[in-house]
């Protein structure tokens, strides 16, 4: 039993990388309890394990070593040893696993699926296992015992907390931010930066990207050759449509660029408010609000600004900009109310004096003009769309 016990500690150590003195530590104080439970071994004896014999040596309180007691203490011993050896050894994996994988958290790594526990995937990463849960999977996801594959690390937990310490994911935006950083060397290099990303996972995923060097183009390098990189990144997601999307400083700019493959017309914001209402040619509506609206939603989630998108025959009829129908108001005052809200119609007919006043420019003189203007306007609509279809919608 001695030597197949070194025997063993030396091999955990060497394979498993778990101290072995560790282990023997562990031992002794797991004997001297079951010796003081069963045969009453007295509080100031202690043991020590000869690490390279296996030889166990009992010793007084003065740390002299004395004649073994009258119980069978070698049953004894050979009985726990197993016991508290695994016990401990399952402790020492766990620390090891996440002191080896708690720096791994938040990158992509590469596995294979060791089996499969109901619809969550058990990954082998080596010296661990990991859980790919079924919520974490995307709905393509088709995998066989021992495909390779590759997820984000969500979570390592602590020892003792569940059964799998790793938690991986499939979906989580940053698992395609990984993804690119493998496939465009110039974003690990920092010639290219990834700024924000959006995702339906399975659907559809935005990556906004700029270039830290004027000279790149940071859409075309993340593109690749005749679209290959993000070709090899869409095989990974299964199909998932990868759009790359040029970053802008210029709000407007970039809530443009946001709605990709749509063309934008124009685009009125409310800063205050981090509102957006984006005017696209009629034929370009579907595809800027896109499958269940995922491409204005993804814009929004992108961009950080509430986006609405609206048909340009629609804009023009109910939503003109104040310069469109108000005579005397020059492009800067109708740019400053466009930039506190009011680009609207209907917006400027319903504020009052005193929250015009408050914009450079306008004094209150102008701001009732405007008001009064705008009210003639709107009612002018609502009568013409009552006599041509009756009751409706509120202009």
């Known amino acids: 039993m001695k030597k197949e016990l070194i025997a063993l500690l030396d091999y955990w150590e060497k394979e498993k ?8 530590s562990a031992l002794e104080s797991g004997l001297l309890t079951v010796y003081r439970k069963k045969a009453n071994l007295d509080e100031s004896i202690s043991i020590k394990i000869d690490p390279e014999t296996g030889d166990i040596k009992f010793l007084n309180e003065k740390g002299e070593i004395i004649p073994p007691p009258s119980f069978p203490w070698e049953r004894i011993a050979a009985q726990t040893a197993r016991h508290v050896i695994m016990q401990r050894l399952r402790e020492a994996e766990k620390s090891t696993v996440y002191n080896e994988f708690k720096k791994l958290e938040g990158t992509v790594v590469s596995g294979r699926v060791e089996r499969f526990e109901d619809d969550n995937i058990v990954v082998s990463l080596g010296r661990a296992e990991a859980l790919l849960p079924h919520l974490h999977k995307l709905e393509n996801d ?4 021992g495909s ?3 997820a984000y690390i969500l979570e390592v937990r602590k020892p003792n907390k569940g059964i799998y310490q790793i938690i991986l994911s499939r979906t989580h935006p940053d698992f395609v931010r990984g993804l690119m950083e493998k496939e465009v060397p110039e974003i690990s290099e920092g010639i290219v930066k990834i700024k924000e990303i959006a995702r339906f996972p399975g659907d559809l995923v935005k990556i906004a990207v700029f270039a830290t060097i004027p000279k790149i183009d940071p859409v075309g390098t993340c593109v690749g ?4 990189r993000i070709k090899n990144i869409m095989k990974e997601l299964n199909g998932e449509k990868v759009e790359i999307i040029l ?4 709000i407007s700019k970039y809530i443009l660029n ?6 934008g017309k124009k685009v009125i914001i409310n800063e205050q408010k981090k509102e957006a209402v984006v005017v696209v040619e009629d034929s370009q509506i579907f595809l800027a609000v896109g499958k269940r609206g995922q491409n204005v939603r993804l814009a929004s989630k992108l961009t950080g600004w509430d986006i609405r998108v609206v048909r340009e025959s629609e804009y023009e009829s109910m939503g003109k900009p104040a310069i469109a129908v108000i005579e005397g108001v020059d492009e800067k005052i109708a740019t400053e109310l466009a930039k506190y809200g009011y680009s609207s119609i209907k917006s400027l007919a319903e504020a009052s004096a005193e929250e015009l006043k408050k914009i450079p420019s ?3 003189s102008m701001a009732e003009q405007l ?3 705008a009210k003639e306007y709107r009612e002018k609509l609502i009568k013409e769309k009552n006599e041509s279809k009756g009751p409706g919608e509120e202009v």
């Open 258 to 263: 946001s709605l990709s493959p749509a063309t």
């Open 225 to 228: 050759e005749k679209a290959s």
């Open 17 to 24: 990388g778990i101290d072995k003195l560790f282990l023997l």
């Open 371 to 373: 008001i009064t203007k």
């Open 247 to 250: 970053w802008d400083k210029d």
């Open 142 to 145: 088709h995998f066989k015992v």
């Open 148 to 150: 390779p594959i590759n």
């Open 362 to 364: 306008i004094d209150e």
